[in-house]
């Protein structure tokens, strides 16, 4: 069968004024109908970029150099803009991240909604106040017709995400991209969001691609996962195959730092060392990316990059130990 999403070798490069990086650097990733996939990685590490590459929304100096992206057969790197506004929101939606800053504070609930929907439709009237009504309704949010006339500021930070997720639905997308849906939210409205983004996706058979930093999130919500790092993709397998036989040391830093409990003798694990600074990477970085914090790094891993391979049924991973 073929892949709902498919990209492939994409490469995104930034040229800030001082280094010119890649910053997404020739990473794969497949998601199938009605699948879902997590891309989990510490912050600049070219989630957001990617997810971005995706709807056609890099921002400047960020551009596409390389790959492709392909959506139902289709490249979306070579749509024009006027293509890519039949896509946005009419087959792909999207959260984005910090909904406050996201939703515009001068119009209200109804507005929001209702003004993705007439982009792509030609509704209106009370047909259009009961489509938003009912997505409302359908993200679990109270008084669903008396919030129709609110503010953002209005709303907490768990119904305002719940907004955000009404209009990424309102056209009901084939694809759901989620960037960092529950980041600042605590424990019990993340796991309200992230069950409404499961039992969405149950009832309109949407695929999910979810971008976070967060493993709990990932074992709770997707199907298969790939770990990014410094714009490369350096695992990549089902979630219950990466929780239970991890292989990069990266990924299993990434796990020995979830918190585990309470209590003075529950210390956090950290990574240590930082990620390859701009102009290290503009230079041309040598080597794995990961062995100047890696303590099984060795002199073939500080001269050559390892390259993706398959290591088991599915299971990719990007280290010379594991080869």
């Not at 794969?28 to 590459?53: F, M, P, W, Y």
């Not at 930093?213 to 410094?230: A, I, K, L, N, R």
Request: charged share 25%; net charge positive; aromatic share 4%.
């Amino acid at each position: 069968m073929e892949p709902l999403l498919d990209i492939k070798g994409l490469r995104v490069k930034i040229n800030d004024g001082r280094h010119e990086f890649n910053a997404v650097d020739g990473i794969d990733l497949r998601i199938g109908v009605g699948g879902s996939h997590a891309l989990v990685g510490e912050s600049g590490c070219g989630k957001s970029i990617t997810a971005n590459s995706v709807m056609g929304l890099l921002p400047p100096p960020a551009s596409i150099t390389g790959g492709e992206v392909l959506f139902e057969g289709a490249d979306l790197t070579r749509q024009s803009d006027q293509q890519m506004q039949k896509v946005r929101g009419g087959k792909i939606g999207m959260i984005f991240q910090e909904p406050l800053s996201s939703l515009d504070p001068v119009f209200t609930i109804y507005d929001q909604i209702s003004e993705a929907i007439k982009l792509h439709e030609k509704v209106n009237g009370k047909e259009l106040v009961k489509r938003v009504t009912e997505l409302l309704k359908k993200v679990h949010i109270p008084d669903a017709t008396k919030r129709l006339k609110s503010y953002p500021h209005q709303l907490s930070g768990g119904m305002r995400q719940r907004v955000m997720i009404a209009t990424a639905i309102s056209l009901k997308p084939a694809l759901l991209i989620a960037d960092e849906p529950t980041t600042a939210l605590d424990v019990t409205i993340q796991l309200q969001i992230l069950r409404l983004l499961k039992e969405l996706r149950k009832e309109m058979g949407m695929a999910l691609f979810l971008i976070t930093h967060d493993m709990g999130v990932v074992s709770y919500s997707c199907e298969h996962v790939s770990v990014m790092y410094t714009g490369r993709i350096v695992e990549s397998c089902n979630t219950k195959e990466l929780f239970s036989n991890t292989l990069h040391p990266y990924t299993k830093a990434l796990l020995k730092s979830i918190p585990k409990g309470r209590g003075a003798d529950k210390k956090l694990a950290t990574i240590e060392g930082s990620v390859p600074s701009t102009s290290a990477l503009a230079d041309g970085f040598e080597g794995c990316r990961f062995a100047p914090r890696c303590e099984f790094a060795d002199d073939e891993c500080k001269a050559m990059a390892p390259k993706l391979v398959k290591v088991r049924s599915e299971h990719y991973v990007a280290c010379h130990k594991n080869m």
